[in-house]
């Protein structure tokens, strides 16, 4: 039975020796290496007009093996397919029918071209075909919290973060984790493990604030477990270390008008909580980094916030070797955007509470 709140990402432990070899900690200057250019090839989502091509919001985005770009809009309640080539369309509807969904969290679409949409209500990940034709669960006879984020690997095998209690050496303790799913609530490999019940409720919150986590097609798992520093741990699909990335950047500090300010909005929505006694603190530092993706030749794309202007990702090799650069200028202004790197394309999504959410498709031009 889950009973953790999901907060934010995942908090790691290593269940698994580390086995693999780690990089030393390299220093990144713009001289050092080649960097390309990002350009706009097509887009999608308009500032006004009709129902089809206005984008309620982009709770979710994946790319299907087909070319096509999946995006979960629970504003608009639908999923919403954009062909590679063709004309796109909405499917799916919020409700309580077969394949309907109440509350979706996530989409990933498996290499064998089922598609899935993880809803906490539901208690359960539903699949589809590649034109969203329902198709049944994923957890088959299942009544426990689907991992809420996610990510497909091989043909049918799915990366998950949750939390829940877990029995393990003879103990049942609630556990947050990363792990591996083959078509069984049960996990198959688990990646990491924290046991939250020895964490402080302060504490917990401030490490779940800033750790991310990632998995590419192949299996592969990548964990910044704080993005304020440069720091990323790369494991092999049997939970044992490949790599880590470690980088000389500076860490970013935050005003004490920001840290105000994130205390101030982390107590108002804690007073509903009675396990919270007050003294929250954040962390002093922003975000340095995140993962977009892993593209075509199996790159990972780290972004970069260490800039004033534009969108800037560092390229790392799949030996944890800097390959090159690539940087994206600003577009009018620095919106909100959360970027998508896939072996099938590149896009990014506007966010921006006070902008219209829209897509954009990007590639790689002409190194600079």
Same mark, same amino acid.
């Given at each position: 039975?889950?009973?953790?709140?999901?907060?934010?990402?995942?908090?790691?432990?290593?269940?698994?020796?580390?086995?693999?070899?780690?990089?030393?900690?390299? %220093?990144?200057?713009?001289?050092?290496?080649?960097?390309?250019?990002?350009?706009?090839?097509?887009?999608?989502?308009?500032?006004?007009?009709?129902?089809?091509?206005?984008?309620?919001?982009?709770?979710?985005?994946?790319?299907? %093996?087909?070319?096509?770009?999946?995006?979960?809009?629970?504003?608009?309640?639908?999923?919403?397919?954009?062909?590679?080539?063709?004309?796109?369309?909405?499917?799916?509807?919020?409700?309580?029918?077969?394949?309907?969904?109440?509350?979706?969290?996530?989409?990933?679409?498996?290499? $064998?071209?089922?598609?899935?949409?993880?809803? *906490? #209500?539901?208690?359960?990940?539903?699949?589809?075909?590649?034109?969203?034709?329902?198709?049944?669960?994923?957890?088959?006879?299942?009544?426990?919290?689907?991992?809420?984020?996610?990510?497909?690997?091989?043909?049918?095998?799915?990366?998950?973060?949750?939390?829940?209690?877990?029995?393990?050496?003879?103990?049942?303790?609630?556990? *947050?984790?990363?792990?591996?799913? $083959?078509?069984?609530?049960? %996990?198959?490999?688990? *990646?990491?493990?924290?046991?939250?019940?020895?964490?402080?409720?302060?504490?917990?919150?401030?490490?779940?604030?800033?750790?991310?986590? =990632?998995? @590419?097609?192949?299996?592969?798992?990548?964990?910044?477990? $704080?993005?304020?520093?440069?720091?990323?741990?790369?494991?092999?699909?049997?939970?044992?270390?490949?790599?880590?990335?470690?980088?000389?950047? @500076?860490?970013?500090?935050?005003?004490?008008?920001?840290?105000?300010?994130?205390?101030?909005?982390?107590?108002?929505?804690?007073?509903?909580?009675?396990?919270?006694?007050?003294?929250?603190? %954040?962390?002093?530092?922003?975000?340095?980094?995140?993962?977009?993706?892993?593209?075509?030749?199996?790159?990972?794309?780290?972004?970069?916030? @260490?800039? @004033?202007?534009? *969108? =800037?990702?560092?390229?790392?090799?799949?030996?944890?070797?800097?390959?090159?650069?690539?940087?994206?200028?600003? #577009?009018?202004?620095?919106?909100?955007?959360?970027?998508?790197?896939?072996?099938?394309?590149?896009?990014?999504?506007?966010? $921006?509470?006070?902008?219209?959410?829209?897509?954009?498709?990007?590639?790689?031009?002409?190194?600079?």
């Amino acid at each position: 039975m889950k009973i953790f709140t999901i907060l934010s990402a995942s908090i790691s432990v290593f269940l698994a020796t580390a086995c693999g070899s780690s990089s030393d900690t390299l %220093p990144i200057t713009a001289d050092s290496i080649a960097e390309y250019s990002l350009v706009l090839v097509d887009s999608f989502g308009v500032e006004n007009g009709d129902s089809v091509n206005m984008i309620g919001s982009i709770t979710s985005m994946c790319y299907h %093996p087909n070319g096509s770009l999946l995006l979960l809009d629970n504003a608009a309640g639908c999923l919403r397919i954009i062909p590679e080539n063709g004309e796109p369309f909405r499917a799916l509807r919020i409700g309580s029918g077969p394949g309907e969904f109440q509350g979706a969290q996530g989409v990933c679409a498996l290499g $064998d071209g089922r598609i899935l949409i993880t809803d *906490y #209500m539901k208690l359960n990940l539903m699949t589809y075909d590649e034109h969203a034709n329902y198709l049944g669960e994923y957890f088959p006879s299942s009544e426990s919290d689907p991992p809420p984020e996610l990510w497909a690997v091989d043909s049918s095998s799915i990366i998950g973060v949750d939390g829940d209690n877990l029995m393990l050496d003879g103990e049942l303790v609630t556990y *947050y984790y990363c792990a591996r799913y $083959d078509s069984s609530i049960e %996990p198959t490999v688990y *990646y990491y493990l924290l046991n939250i019940d020895e964490i402080e409720h302060n504490e917990l919150i401030r490490m779940l604030d800033v750790i991310e986590f =990632h998995a @590419d097609r192949n299996g592969q798992v990548y964990i910044i477990e $704080d993005f304020t520093e440069y720091i990323i741990k790369i494991f092999n699909p049997d939970g044992s270390l490949a790599y880590e990335i470690a980088a000389q950047v @500076d860490r970013l500090e935050k005003s004490e008008e920001q840290i105000l300010t994130e205390i101030e909005e982390y107590e108002s929505f804690a007073v509903i909580d009675r396990g919270y006694a007050g003294g929250y603190q %954040p962390s002093q530092y922003k975000r340095l980094v995140s993962i977009a993706g892993v593209d075509e030749d199996g790159f990972l794309w780290v972004e970069r916030f @260490d800039f @004033d202007t534009g *969108y =800037h990702f560092d390229i790392w090799d799949d030996k944890g070797q800097l390959a090159y650069r690539a940087v994206l200028p600003e #577009m009018v202004r620095h919106l909100e955007i959360s970027f998508l790197v896939d072996e099938i394309g590149m896009v990014a999504a506007v966010t $921006d509470p006070d902008d219209f959410p829209r897509i954009y498709f990007l590639k790689k031009d002409n190194i600079q």
